[in-house]
């Protein structure tokens, strides 16, 4: 196969894995975002304490977190259709893609938010500041460079499930990889599919590490400047 030929396939192959990959992010972070902070809340000395509920959203996460994407994409087939009215193309990924990182990426704010400085929380609980001051002042503020990070890692790991899904018809690089470089033994284009996504994830990595070094810079977490701020925001 020419490169010619090759050119319109691999174009389009990575738009719609930026498309899939894209629109599962905003939808996993806008999900997992609260539901990592809810399970520092709910949990044992949190701000909501309820043990319950902690063990039960816990559980679901980790449950989530368990299947195989592949293993994932089959057994939401039928919600999927339901959603989009098909199982196959961009738009369909996006369902069981979104899904497969909501609880990864909950897990991954969780961690952030338990290395916040429970001191900064204190001072303003101290202050009378209540439980969605505390989060929008301190938890969010503190953790945004590891929230930058574990979205850069989330964005990571949907770029290789947006591989896997195009051996269902999905679209985007891995279908390619796929349908050409195994299924027509074009071992070319198969390389060539390879490292565009070696090239776009070192790209991703790269971006969002300068991302959190530079909020960190800026911000930082649990200094004296950030102390003062905070109580003079409450």
Partial sequence: MSWSEMQPLLSQACWDTLYMVGWSTVIAVVGGLPLGIL????DRGGLLQNVAANKVIGQIVNVARSLPFIILMVALMNFTRTIT???IGREAAIVPLAIGAIPFFARLVETAVREVDGGLVEAVQSMGGNTWTIVRKVLVPESLPSLISSTTTTIVALIG????AGTVGAGGLGDIAIRYGYQRFETQLMWITVAILAVVISLIQFAGDYAARS?????GRSGPAPRLRLLKAV
């Fill in 161 to 164: 499930y947006s591989a896997m």
């Fill in 85 to 87: 009215g098909t199982t």
């Fill in 39 to 42: 399970l520092v809340l709910t």
């Fill in 215 to 219: 909020v960190h810079r800026r911000g």
